[in-house]
């Protein structure tokens, strides 16, 4: 019996003991003795290139040696933000992405006013924005926008899934006149020195990458550089205000083209069921740049000139696609090393501002199917707006200037009209006369307007002549970021957006009735009244034009009155003597 108490005495003080050691190995941070042997280390995937020359997924952790055996070294990673005076950028250093990019200097799409208010079942004309800044690359449950880049064609290099080290340096530009960012990484016998350069007043961000072969064996890395997208059509999108967001190229020998998301989608099933399949875009390039497009702003990267790119679209996952360049770097010899020297543009669509970051770049304006006649126009009101430094007034001068130079052709239009008005009763006699005999009636009309030189189509000669001016002008309205937000005179505080008070529509009516009242009026009944309703009917629709547009219009038709009210006061003085 003793024997017994004293031997579960003595196991219950070796638990103890155990237990008491267990605690004391837990609190001094080594692993429970009764904790499930540790899983080994995943090792990380090979960054090989794969048919989008991306890199394949790697595992977010790296080895590290400790008492002679690999175990898994925590990551530690932080988002570094710079700050300049027209942009807060957010760069993870996982992978140095860049997660956020803001535009300070640029606000949302603002309130369409009451207008919105009234018709706000309809998706086109709901408020949108306010005074939030316009961020382009973000990460959320429903958007991805990212810049990434890193190393491939060599097992286990640094990527955008690699951990980098923020090196010290100021995050803010303060007063100086650039501000910059280092990361570095060291993996696979490669260091990756990372550096971004933010400048005062500029939207191009220097991306350097310096390579460094720290193994014993030559290394040939190629570097890529990419903008990831998700492929959901934009917010706010309708058939008068349109938007859109898509990837886009440019190489001098296949300049400029657009290259959907769908499209995209469907070269990955191709690919999926060929793998010999190559896309419609250009691929191999000696110069060029590669974009994400959208309304009014584009992010684009600009290699290294003068070296040889491969540009690739890719399906990153379901709805998430990516556009990008590969470059080769050469072979690197053990200690040696290479630097790149990139841009990243991330800003508005400013044609200015396009034209000195590369060529080619100030294409991303989609002035539409007109566009031969939209960018010649943009030239002009550009120059005028120099001058006049307003882009309200911009409208009325260029305006002015459009209808001198087709003054002789509108001219003579009117002059047919005022004479057609001035043989109205003669015209009537005849349909009277010849009732129920439509040849003779044409026959005899013909012969009026011989007689009268009447050119019965003059009329619609100078709407004609303009439609494809007025077409254009939409366009220059709706892609020109250099209009967003600018101001005409009092209640006009966005001659990109519909007017709020809708007093420019209604002048526009007013004008449009006073127009068909100098006109000549037509005999059927059913046509006269269809003449006086088209006033109301445009007017509506102009609710929801930009009200730059229907200022062009309401100044084209006031002219238009002054100049047919001079030639038929002419005619008539003419005609009585």
């Not at 237990?19 to 499930?36: E, H, Y």
């Not at 690699?162 to 570095?184: C, H, S, Y």
């Not at 501002?353 to 991303?364: A, I, N």
């Not at 009117?414 to 044409?442: C, L, W, Y």
């Amino acid at each position: 019996m003793d024997i017994n108490k004293r031997s579960i005495l003595w196991i219950v003080f070796a638990v103890s003991l155990v237990i008491l050691w267990n605690n004391w190995m837990i609190s001094t941070g080594k692993p429970s003795m009764f904790a499930p042997a540790p899983a080994k280390p995943a090792a990380v995937a090979s960054a090989s290139a794969t048919a989008g020359g991306t890199p394949a997924p790697a595992a977010a952790g790296a080895a590290a040696a400790v008492n002679g055996s690999a175990v898994a070294a925590p990551i530690k990673t932080e988002v570094v933000t710079i700050t300049t005076d027209v942009m807060r950028v957010d760069i993870d250093t996982l992978g140095g992405t860049i997660k956020r990019l803001e535009l300070l200097k640029h606000k949302e799409a603002g309130d369409p006013g009451w207008l919105g208010g009234c018709f706000g079942m309809f998706e086109f004309c709901k408020p949108k924005g306010g005074q939030k800044t316009e961020v382009l690359f973000s990460e959320n449950g429903k958007h991805t926008y990212l810049s990434e880049t890193g190393l491939v064609n060599a097992p286990n290099l640094p990527n955008h899934q690699t951990a980098f080290v923020a090196q010290p340096g100021a995050r803010m530009l303060n007063d100086g006149n650039q501000v910059k960012l280092v990361l570095e990484a060291e993996q696979g016998g490669v260091k990756l020195t990372k550096t971004f350069v933010f400048k005062k007043g500029d939207y191009v961000v220097d991306v350097q990458h310096t390579v460094t072969n720290t193994g014993t064996a030559p290394v040939s890395p190629q570097l890529y550089l990419q903008l990831k997208h998700d492929g959901t059509p934009p917010e706010g999108s309708g058939f008068m205000n349109p938007s859109f967001i898509a990837p886009t190229m440019f190489t001098s020998e296949s300049h400029y083209k657009k290259y959907e998301f769908k499209q995209i989608e469907k070269d990955a099933k191709s690919l999926a069921e060929d793998p010999k399949f190559k896309p419609s875009h250009v691929t191999d390039a000696k110069d060029g740049w590669v974009a994400i497009a959208q309304h009014f702003f584009v992010s684009a990267f600009v290699p290294q000139d003068k070296l040889e790119r491969t540009i690739f679209t890719k399906k990153e996952g379901d709805n998430l696609y990516s556009i990008g360049v590969v470059q080769p770097l050469g072979t690197l010899a053990p200690g040696a090393s290479v630097t790149n020297n990139a841009r990243l543009y991330s800003g508005p669509q400013d044609t200015d501002t396009l034209k000195q970051v590369t060529e080619g770049l100030d294409l991303v304006k989609d002035y539409g199917f007109l566009a031969i006649v939209a960018r010649p126009m943009w030239a002009a009101m550009a120059a005028i707006h120099s001058v006049v430094g307003n882009w309200g007034w911009t409208i009325i001068a260029f305006t002015v200037a459009i209808k001198l130079l087709f003054f002789p052709l509108s001219a003579a239009s009117f002059r047919s009209m005022a004479k057609m008005k001035t043989v109205t009763p003669k015209m009537t006699a005849i349909r009277e006369r010849h009732k129920g005999d439509p040849q003779k009636m044409n026959q005899a009309m013909m012969e009026l307007y011989k007689t009268e030189k009447i050119n019965p189509l003059g009329g619609c000669l100078p709407i004609l002549v303009q439609m494809p001016v007025f077409i254009a002008l939409y366009w220059v309205l709706n892609a020109s970021v250099e209009m967003r937000g600018a101001p005409w005179a009092l209640w006009i505080t966005d001659l990109t957006q519909h007017d709020p008070w809708a007093i420019l529509p209604i002048l526009y009516a007013i004008s449009m009735y006073i127009t068909t009242r100098l006109n000549p009026q037509p005999a059927d009944p059913v046509q006269a009244k269809m003449m006086m309703f088209m006033p109301i009917a445009f007017s509506v629709m102009f609710f929801f034009f930009p009200s730059g547009l229907v200022l062009y219009w309401v100044v084209n038709n006031l002219l238009s009155i002054a100049q047919q009210w001079v030639i038929t006061k002419k005619l008539e003085v003419g005609a009585a003597k």
